[in-house]
């Protein structure tokens, strides 16, 4: 096949699909779902209308949230098999890892495929977001050879999720708090994770899937995974004083600043600035945290040095502060992302199969042509270490 048009490394800028759920505008800073202000979102909805509006395109009725609340609450236990079979993962195992199998697990229960049955599809949608926050509850659980704490009808989304993790009631600020986190988290346009959940769902595999491979994406240091590096990167850093010779260390090994930096975005993105306000809102209730004092130290020297780069903080760099102070331990940052980012996801696999196309990019090929099969024995053995040789 012959290649017609401009390699774009990362596709950086290549338009892979026509979507109405999510808009950004990198230079000014704006992030709408369904061309709401993610500021007002912030302010005015819950996590779940949020994702009732990114999945079925509207704001719901209080009827139709209702009832969408309520199927979500009654399918938040997850089975007993899945629980046996989530306690012999290994407990230093990351919990990205055990999402990414639980996710991919829940298929062999529900998997059917019925992709044009609308029942089947709303019934995905609501096992997903019921589900998911059971299973990041529970391996945090399991890991240390506690049983998991079974879900509360009487709490929302939030309230139940933060319950189910620390075993206890969350005071109301830290359950709003948290909940704003997911709005936050809950969609991005076509970010890699999403790319990746298009791509599965395009296949025509079941929804299971596709949020499995989503996670999988999302737990990379580049992605999702970049909320968990902040936070050691704070802890490396150690003290205010040590923010500037830290980062010239960086930046002298060409090192990425973790939590810094975005594809789309060339100013703040809006999500971190709502977060930074969420952070300092916390401290005055719960206490003050020494690592915030150095992030925004850090934040300021990346401007002074990177910022005609256009390399400010994104939704990675102030998030962890938040769960932090919301006792939520590192290795768990990602898949709060995660359980936010369903909805996105399924927002996306549900607008993919309503235009499907198979996504089967091109390459340029580089390699040769009519070589010859040498037999084993007249290989040249390669000098040093295989492993090293390219390609490898
Ligand atoms: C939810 C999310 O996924 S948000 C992103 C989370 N990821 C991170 O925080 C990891 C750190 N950031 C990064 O690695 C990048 O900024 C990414 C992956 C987010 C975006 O990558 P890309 O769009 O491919 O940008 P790319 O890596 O080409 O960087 C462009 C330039 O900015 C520099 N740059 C970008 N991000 C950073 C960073 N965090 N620290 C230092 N330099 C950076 C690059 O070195 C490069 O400089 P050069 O042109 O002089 O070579
Ligand atoms: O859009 C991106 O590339 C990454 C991002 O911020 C997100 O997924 O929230």
């Known amino acids: 096949m012959t290649f017609v048009g401009e390699y774009k490394p990362g596709l950086e800028g290549v338009p892979a699909t026509l979507s109405s759920i999510s808009y950004v505008d990198g230079q000014k800073g704006i992030l709408e779902y369904r061309g709401i202000r993610v500021e007002e979102l912030a302010q005015k909805s819950s996590f779940l209308e949020v994702a009732y509006l990114l999945i079925w395109g509207k704001l719901p009725t209080q009827e139709e949230i209702d009832s969408f609340e309520h199927d979500i609450r009654y399918h938040r236990r997850i089975k007993y098999r899945i629980r046996d079979m989530m306690k012999c993962f290994p407990e230093t195992g990351h919990p990205m890892d055990a999402l990414q199998t639980s996710a991919a697990a829940l298929g062999l229960f529900y998997s059917r495929r019925a992709l044009d049955n609308p029942q089947y599809i709303g019934e995905a949608v609501v096992r997903l977001l019921a589900k998911i926050p059971t299973m990041v509850a529970a391996f945090k659980l399991m890991r240390k050879g506690n049983d998991a704490v079974q879900p509360r009808d009487d709490l929302d989304y939030s309230a139940n999720f933060l319950y189910m993790l620390n075993e206890r009631e969350p005071h109301p600020l830290a359950a709003k708090v948290f909940d704003v986190c997911l709005m936050l988290h809950a969609e991005h346009t076509i970010n890699a994770s999403t790319f990746s959940a298009m791509v599965t769902a395009s296949t025509l595999t079941d929804p299971y899937a596709v949020v499995a491979s989503a996670v999988g994406t999302l737990a990379g240091p580049l992605h999702g995974g970049a909320n968990e590096e902040v936070l050691f990167m704070l802890e ?31 100013v703040k993105d809006p999500r971190a600035t709502i977060l930074q306000k ?15 004092e150095i992030a925004v130290e850090l934040e300021a ?81 390669p000098l040093g270490d295989p492993l090293e040789q390219e390609g490898n």
Do not use: C
């Open 236 to 266: 490396d850093i150690g003290s205010v004083e040590n923010v500037r010779p830290y980062l010239d260390g960086l930046l002298e090994r060409k090192a990425k600043i973790m939590g810094f930096g975005h594809r789309v975005y060339k």
């Open 301 to 381: 020297a990346v401007q002074d040095k990177l910022g005609h780069k256009g390399i400010y903080p994104n939704v990675d760099f102030y998030s962890g502060l938040v769960y932090r102070k919301l006792g939520i331990p590192t290795d768990l940052f990602t898949p709060i992302f995660a359980i936010a980012r369903v909805a996105g996801w399924l927002a996306h696999w549900k607008e993919q199969l309503g235009k499907n196309r198979i996504y089967r990019p091109t390459q340029i090929y580089t390699g040769s042509h009519g070589e010859p099969y040498i037999p084993i024995d007249e290989r040249a053995v």
């Open 278 to 292: 969420l952070a300092e809102e916390l401290f005055e209730q719960f206490g003050h945290d020494k690592y915030y």
